[in-house]
């Protein structure tokens, strides 16, 4: 049984589309991530949401919004998607707290051309 | 603000040769640390982490990290490179105290093991 899971895998779109990636924890952990990694692998913190609320909102543009129907479900959704978009994105999962280690997903590359 | 250095983007051994992967942070206080690996095309992994008490920490296939307060430094080694072990490694902290704290991650290092 996958851990932290995510759909899709890959993900080539044109600027300017909406785009969504899912991501599902059956872990049974209350605290969920997303980070974005650029090409030269620097991963960086968007979000993270602690038994579906919010409590980590770095500076991402607007244009993306979590949504977290569930705590073992973390979607991300992007509007109006820019070429600086393109990057990996990854989801991670954790017990509540911090201290404890981060599950991460597989990750979902985002190609915008 | 916590930050952690990864000193190195890339680091090339031979098989069979010592690994040593520093990682330094920027703390008054020590905070928590990590050294997470991740394989190509592949989310991160948890491969140690240093919370309180030895301060000598093992982890999986063969690594461990010496926490040494004095240094500020949290250096990951293995004894003898594997080629299995060819990944990036990010070293990651996260500030003592309760509630939700931020985890910082490195830059990360690239470690290349010749044959």
């Known amino acids: 049984d996958t851990a932290v899971s995510q759909t899709p895998k890959y993900l080539v779109t044109q600027m300017g589309n909406d785009k969504s990636i899912k991501c599902e924890q059956n872990?049974?952990?209350?605290?969920m991530y997303w980070y974005k990694q650029d090409s030269k692998k620097f991963l960086k913190i968007m979000f993270s949401?602690?038994?579906?609320?919010?409590?980590i909102n770095e500076t991402v543009p607007n244009r993306f919004s979590p949504k977290s129907p569930d705590k073992a479900h973390l979607n991300l959704h992007i509007n109006s998607l820019e070429l600086g978009d393109s990057a990996v994105y990854f989801c991670?999962?954790?017990?509540?707290?911090?201290?404890?280690?981060?599950?991460f997903g597989p990750g979902t590359r985002l190609t915008v051309t | 603000a916590q930050s952690v250095t990864q000193l190195g983007s890339h680091v090339s051994v031979s098989e069979g040769a010592l690994v040593l992967l520093r990682c330094n942070y920027s703390?008054?206080?020590?905070?928590?640390l990590f050294w997470y690996v991740q394989y190509p095309n592949q989310g991160l992994q948890l491969l140690l982490k240093?919370?309180?008490?030895?301060?000598l920490v093992k982890g999986i296939n063969g690594f461990e990290a010496e926490f040494k307060k004095s240094e500020t430094s949290f250096h990951l080694t293995k004894p003898s490179a594997h080629m299995s072990d060819a990944a990036e490694y990010f070293c990651?902290?996260?500030?003592?105290?309760?509630?939700?704290?931020?985890?910082?991650f490195g830059t990360g290092t690239k470690l290349q093991v010749i044959p």
């Open positions: 872990l049974g952990h209350d605290t």
């Open positions: 991670a999962s954790s017990q509540a707290g911090g201290i404890y280690e981060q599950y």
């Open positions: 240093y919370t309180t008490g030895a301060t």
């Open positions: 990651a902290v996260r500030p003592l105290g309760g509630g939700y704290q931020k985890v910082t």
């Open positions: 703390s008054s206080v020590p905070p928590y």
């Open positions: 949401y602690n038994n579906k609320e919010l409590i």
